[in-house]
């Protein structure tokens, strides 16, 4: 079992960045495929980005060009970083991972789930 970590979320202009983090418990996290999925307000939770254990990278459309996903192995860690953000991309952010998987569904995640990062994009 491991346990997810987000962090690095906050307020933040439109045209700004941010680097969500997130941290995993557990010496196996490198096998693991992990993703990001964002809930806005009133909205259904959405795929954002994917990178599998062999750091193969997917991404939304809404996203793709402006966030980057990556991971530290060594820090047992999974990284997005957002730039050109607009008001849009408003939401709570939510790191999931799974063992069992070569990557994240797109429509379902992982078996585990972070407690999510708010993310607020001012205009």
């Known amino acids: 079992q491991v346990q997810l970590v987000e962090s690095g979320g906050g307020l933040v202009q439109a045209g700004g960045s941010l680097r969500l983090s997130c941290a995993a418990s557990g010496r196996t996290f490198s096998s693991y495929a992990v993703g990001w999925f964002r809930q806005a307000p009133g909205k259904e939770r959405e795929f954002v980005a994917r990178i599998s254990r062999y750091q193969h990278t997917y991404y939304s459309d809404s996203v793709k060009g402006r966030f980057t996903i990556s991971r530290d192995n060594n820090k047992n860690t999974v990284y997005l970083q957002m730039n050109s953000l607009k008001p849009e991309d408003t939401a709570v952010y939510y790191c999931?991972?799974?063992?069992?998987?070569?990557?994240?569904?797109?429509?379902?995640?992982?078996?585990?789930w972070g407690q999510g990062t708010q993310v607020t994009v001012s205009s």
């Open positions: 999931t991972a799974d063992p069992t998987t070569i990557v994240i569904p797109l429509n379902g995640g992982g078996d585990y």
